[in-house]
C-alpha cells in the first residue's frame, strides 16, 4: 500500500454515533428560592398562623362566668354577635369612621404628595419629608394625648374661639374628635405612599398634555390620577386597615359612650375576661376587614385595567 492511499484519522463524531445517557442524579437539589424562603415561612407560620388558629379555637369554646372558659365547639359566640344589635352598631360605626377617616386623608394627602414631588426643590424635600414623618417616631397615644389637650373644653381650640368672640364648640369624646385624631395618625402614611408613586410618573407625559391644550385640573384627572391609582389603593388599603384596628385614639378621644371595635375587643378579653366572645369579635373584625380591602382591590384593579387598555 502506498502512502497517497492511507488516510488520516477523522476528528469529527459521526452524526448517528449515540453518547451514554447521563447518570440520573441521587437525589433532587433544593432549590434557592425554597432555602432563602424557608426559614422566613415557617416564621410567619409560628408567629402568625399558629396564634390566629389557637384565638379561633378559643372563639369556640364557651364563656361560663365560674369557670372562664370551658373547652366546646360551638357557634354560640358568633350568633351573639350577629343577632345583638349593639355589637353590630359597633361594627357600622367602626366602617363608616374608618371610610371616612381614610377619604380624609386621600383628599388631604394626595395635593401635599404631588406638591412634595412636582414643586419642591431638592433642597427642601428631603427636609419636609424628615417632618412629615417625625410624628411616626412618638407613639400613637403621645399624640392621641396631645389632641385631648388641644381639642378639650377648655383646651387650645376653644380657647382661640373665645379670643376671636366666638362660642366653644364640643370636641371632645365626639365622633368629630376621633376622626380628626385618625387623620393625623394616618396622614404621614398616605403622604409617603402616594409621594413614592407619584415620584415613578413621567413628567413629560403632563407636559405633553398641557401641550395639547388640558389645563391643569384635566392634566391631573386624565393623567396622574389613573397614572396613580395603585399607589392611591394602597395607601387606602393601609389607612383603612389601621384605622378598624385602632385603639388608643377612641378610647383616649372618643370616651367611654363611644364604641368601635378594637376596644369593644380589649374590653371583652381584659375587662370581662370573656374570651371567647373577644375572639369572636376579633375575627369578624378581621374578616369584615378582609373583605372590603379585597374588594376595593379587585374593582379599582378592573377600573385600572381599564384604563390602561
Known amino acids: 500500500m502506498s502512502a497517497s492511499t492511507v488516510k488520516a484519522p477523522s476528528d469529527k463524531v459521526p452524526l448517528d454515533l449515540e453518547l451514554p445517557a447521563p447518570r440520573a442524579r441521587a437525589g433532587r437539589r433544593v ?7 424557608g426559614p422566613a415561612t415557617l416564621f410567619v407560620l409560628l408567629a402568625l398562623v399558629a396564634p ?4 379561633f379555637r378559643y372563639s369556640l369554646n364557651r364563656f361560663v362566668p365560674g369557670q372562664l372558659m370551658v373547652e366546646a365547639l360551638t357557634l354560640a359566640n358568633y350568633q351573639k354577635f350577629f343577632t345583638d344589635s349593639f355589637y353590630q352598631e359597633v ?3 367602626t366602617v363608616w369612621v374608618s371610610a371616612l377617616s381614610t377619604a380624609l386623608c386621600l383628599l388631604a394627602g394626595f395635593p401635599v404628595a404631588y406638591l412634595l414631588v412636582r414643586h419642591t426643590g431638592p433642597k427642601w424635600k428631603p427636609r419636609l419629608l424628615i417632618l412629615i414623618i417625625l410624628p411616626l417616631l412618638m407613639g400613637n397615644a403621645v399624640r392621641t394625648a396631645a ?11 376653644n380657647a382661640s374661639l373665645q379670643v376671636l368672640g366666638l362660642s366653644p364648640l364640643k ?3 365626639t365622633p368629630t374628635a376621633v376622626v ?41 384627572r386624565r393623567v396622574v390620577l389613573p397614572l396613580a391609582l395603585p399607589g392611591i389603593l394602597a395607601g387606602t388599603m393601609l389607612c383603612f386597615i389601621l384605622s378598624m384596628n385602632a385603639y388608643a385614639t377612641p378610647v383616649l378621644i372618643g370616651g367611654p359612650s363611644f364604641h368601635m371595635m378594637a376596644p369593644t375587643v380589649y374590653q371583652q378579653v381584659a375587662k370581662a375576661m370573656n374570651w371567647p366572645f373577644g375572639a369572636a369579635l376579633a375575627f369578624v373584625l378581621m374578616a ?4 372590603l380591602t379585597t374588594t376595593a382591590n379587585v374593582l379599582v384593579q378592573r377600573r385600572y385595567r381599564r384604563w390602561s387598555e
Open 91 to 93: 361594627l357600622g360605626t
Open 31 to 37: 432549590s434557592p428560592a425554597v432555602g432563602l424562603a
Open 288 to 291: 369584615v376587614t378582609l373583605v
Open 147 to 157: 389632641w385631648m389637650v388641644i381639642l378639650g373644653d377648655k383646651g387650645l381650640f
Open 180 to 220: 380628626i385624631g385618625l387623620v393625623s395618625v394616618m396622614l404621614p402614611f398616605m403622604i409617603v405612599t402616594l409621594q413614592s408613586v407619584i415620584e415613578g410618573i413621567d413628567e413629560n407625559l403632563e407636559s405633553a398634555a398641557a401641550s395639547l391644550g388640558a389645563s391643569h385640573g384635566v392634566v391631573l
Open 171 to 173: 370636641l371632645m369624646y
Open 52 to 55: 390566629l388558629a389557637l384565638m
